[in-house]
Each structure stands twice: as structure tokens, then as C-alpha cells.
């Protein structure tokens, strides 16, 4: 009997959601089989299995959200294998099949972590870090919540169900806290139009849309940003690009300003490498590789696939890359690695439109490169007012990793870079 877990499938995951399960209980499974789609805090993601058996288990069903590390499922030898109820069926979310004279000793062990957290080795904490942190944002005791996760650990579900009801009925809950999340209305007021005198009506919120307004919320309020804005001549870039492109015309690979400008920063990291760092728990990471993530906008929200050695990538790879990697964005197909160990970002909405914008940086990078739209611009050079291309760059920093003199002779060496763009590939 092996026991299936929540993976840990992106560096920012703390829990995840039951898409749907790929093989049914009683399946054969084959290491490299999908037994599972997880939606994460960024896509959903395909879970593959590492080992031979029958997946005779399934320890949590579709739609339900569990931490990481708790079990999901179990594989067996045969298709009739029955889990021990010792070992695979100890983890399983159904506390009715755990000896009633261990209910107690899992509180008294857990009850500590309700207030200073799980300590470690801690086998079965009362609720995951997730869940205590939005109790510490929502104001709400851990001790007037009944969890619903694995031998009643207090997940992110239940806080957000308890958040609901206290914003519905507040003095209701300060006086038998225990007895509300029994209560069945205020479940049935999602589905209900606000009399607001707009016709509003609540729209389903997925996972990964909540998890990103909670880490842009949080990058808001606890990364200080700065910001630096340059508007670079583009006449050199777009040519450069035409030739470029003009070369690799067989090769079936065209090559956009967004490729230009994501090697254009990695070549110039590599010259400015206190910008390509982290500000981490009071301590300052200075990454030796250079990872550029490049933003991408799906239906469920923004994620951010990372291309990694973006410096040593050729750019006829990185265009390539990058189209195959937006593509498994918008099919929610992404791959952890794929998405983790971004040392920097850029952010481009020039396709759209727009000349310029501050992008919020993603933690922990210390920064990221907003690109506006090319336009043309009435400009003076050698002493005549002239039509020529420009863009316009933001560059969003993190004050307690980049100083501003190092963010801004990153952003000068750029815009040199750009405008003189052999030196994007030298």
C-alpha cells in the first residue's frame, strides 16, 4: 500500500483543490500515469503517479480543498486491495474511522498550534498556516471553528465559511460561535442579487483568482515599492527586429519585442546582479541564475511561467519557449518547475494598447519591468523636431532588496541595451 499526497506543486501552494480524478478506484496505474488534475493557487495541474499499482482508494472527492501533505488517496498491489486502516486509512478525511479514545489526544496535541502554530514533527496540527493567517486577517478565534479537513484540521475553506457568516451575522456569532457554521442560510446568500440598486449579482470566484488577489494584497501592503520610468527610442530596436527576422524566415520562428526586451533584461541582470535578488524573512538571497518570468493573462486570472538561464538562452529559443509556455497557461497545463524560481519578471500590455503602467512585483522578486505599447512620438534630435517609435518601460522595486541608485543604472544599462540592440545578444 502506498499513500498518494498533496503535492507541493508551485513554491507559493499551501493547499490545493480536487479538480477531478483522472483514474477511478479500481484503475491499474503506471508510473507516468495522470491520477489526478489539482488546481493550485496558479493553474490546474496534472498529478502524475511514480509507482505500479491499482488505485484503490480515493481519500478526498472532487471540488474538495486539502493542505499539503495530506493524503488524497492510496495505491495497492491488486484492485481488490482493502487500505489498512492503520497506516493509508489513518490520513483519510473521515474522522468517524479513528478509535474514539484518540479524538482527545489529537486536540490536546493540536490545541497548542491553534495559537502559536504546529510544532515541529507535529504529526496532525489543528489547522494549516494558510488557515491561520486568514483567521488572524478576519479576526476570528481558531477555538470557535469547527474544521472540516483531515481529523478535523481547520482549513482555508472553513475560515472563508466563517468569515461569511460573521459578515452576515455578527452579534449573532459573537454569542454561540459554535453553533454558526451549522447555521444553512447564509450559504444560500452567495446565489442571491444585492439590492444595491445596480442588479449585482456575485460571480463564482475560483481558486486561483482568490489566491492571486491575495498575494497582490500582500505585495501591496508589505513589499515597499519604487518605482523608476524610462521612455527609450525604438527605431534600432524595430529594425533590428526586421533583420532578425528576416534571417530566421526558414527556420518557421519570428521573433517579438517581447522576446527582445525578456533577453534584453536577462543580458543586462547579468551585468547588475543585485537586482536579481530576493528579500526573504530579513535576509537578502542574490541569485547566481537568472529566471525571467513572463506574465501571461488567462481566463482564471495572470500567471507567470518562467523561462529559466534566461541569459544563456538563445533568442530564437526564447521566443520559442515562451509561445509554447503561454499556450500551456491558457490550456492550464503548466508544470511546476515551469512556473517556480522566477528571479525577475516583465510585464507587457503593449499589445493592448496601452503606453504605460506600474506592474505590482511578484514576491519574492525583487522587481519587474512593465512595457508599454510602440508608438510614434514628436521628438527632438540633433536639434529638429521628428516622428520617431518609442516605448515607454516602469520599472516596479523592491526597496528592502534594490536601492534606488542600483534600480536605476539596471533601468539606464536597459534602455541603452534597447536602443543600441546588438548588445542584446552580444
Known amino acids: 500500500m502506498s499513500e498518494i499526497y498533496m503535492p507541493r506543486l508551485s513554491d507559493t501552494m499551501e493547499e490545493g483543490v480536487i ?52 493524503v488524497i488517496g492510496v495505491i495497492g498491489d491488486s484492485p481488490d486491495a482493502v487500505p489498512d486502516e492503520s497506516g ?33 514533527g507535529a504529526p496532525r ?66 446565489q442571491e442579487k444585492y439590492d ?3 442588479d449585482s449579482e456575485e460571480v463564482p470566484v475560483n481558486n486561483v483568482r482568490k489566491v492571486i488577489a491575495r498575494r497582490l494584497l500582500q505585495s501591496k501592503q508589505e513589499v515597499p515599492h519604487f518605482y523608476l520610468r524610462r521612455t527609450i527610442d525604438a527605431e534600432a530596436l524595430k529594425a533590428f527586429r526586421a533583420e532578425v527576422n528576416e ?3 526558414d527556420t518557421g520562428v519570428k521573433i517579438s519585442f ?23 524573512d530579513d535576509r537578502l538571497l542574490r541569485h547566481g541564475r537568472i529566471n525571467v518570468g513572463v506574465a501571461v493573462a488567462v481566463d482564471a486570472g495572470l ?46 500590455l503593449g499589445m493592448f494598447g496601452v503606453d504605460s503602467f506600474a506592474a505590482v512585483i511578484n514576491p519574492p522578486e525583487a522587481a519587474i519591468l512593465a512595457v508599454g505599447a510602440m508608438k510614434q512620438e514628436a521628438v527632438v534630435r540633433d536639434g529638429e523636431i521628428v516622428a520617431r517609435n518609442t516605448i515607454a518601460l516602469e520599472l516596479s522595486v523592491d526597496h528592502r532588496a534594490v536601492d534606488g541608485a542600483v534600480g536605476a543604472a539596471f533601468l539606464k544599462d536597459l534602455a541603452e541595451t534597447l536602443e543600441e540592440p546588438m548588445r542584446i545578444i552580444l
Do not use: C
Request: proline share 9%.
Open 19 to 70: 479538480s477531478s480524478w483522472v483514474k477511478k478506484v479500481g484503475d491499474k496505474v503506471a508510473p507516468g500515469d495522470v491520477l489526478v488534475e489539482i488546481e493550485t493557487d496558479k493553474a490546474v495541474m496534472e498529478y502524475e503517479a511514480y509507482e505500479e499499482g491499482f488505485l484503490v482508494k480515493q481519500s478526498v472527492s472532487e471540488g474538495e480543498t486539502v493542505p499539503i501533505g495530506a
Open 247 to 249: 534571417r530566421l524566415a
Open 196 to 198: 444595491d440598486g445596480r
Open 258 to 280: 517581447n522576446d527582445l526586451i525578456v533577453k534584453a533584461v536577462a543580458t543586462t541582470l547579468r551585468r547588475h546582479p543585485a537586482v536579481n535578488s530576493s528579500w526573504v
Open 88 to 120: 493509508s486509512g489513518d490520513a483519510a478525511p473521515a474522522q468517524e474511522e479513528a478509535p474514539a479514545e484518540e479524538q482527545p489526544k489529537a486536540e490536546e496535541k493540536a490545541e497548542p498550534s491553534a495559537a502559536t502554530g504546529p510544532a515541529d
Open 125 to 190: 496540527p489543528r489547522s494549516s498556516p494558510l488557515a491561520r493567517r486568514l483567521a488572524r486577517e478576519y479576526g476570528l478565534n481558531l477555538d470557535d471553528i469547527e474544521g472540516s479537513g483531515p481529523k478535523g484540521r481547520i482549513v482555508r475553506a472553513d475560515i472563508e465559511a466563517a468569515a461569511k457568516k460573521q459578515s452576515a451575522s455578527a452579534p449573532a456569532q459573537q454569542e454561540a460561535p459554535r453553533e454558526q457554521p451549522k447555521a444553512p442560510a447564509p450559504q444560500a446568500a452567495p
Open 303 to 348: 500567471v507567470v511561467p518562467v523561462l529559466h538561464d534566461t541569459d544563456k538562452t538563445p533568442l530564437s529559443e526564447i521566443s520559442t519557449k515562451t509561445k509554447e509556455l503561454a499556450a500551456k497557461a491558457r490550456d492550464g497545463k503548466l508544470k511546476p518547475q515551469e512556473m517556480s524560481g522566477g528571479t525577475f519578471s516583465v510585464s507587457n
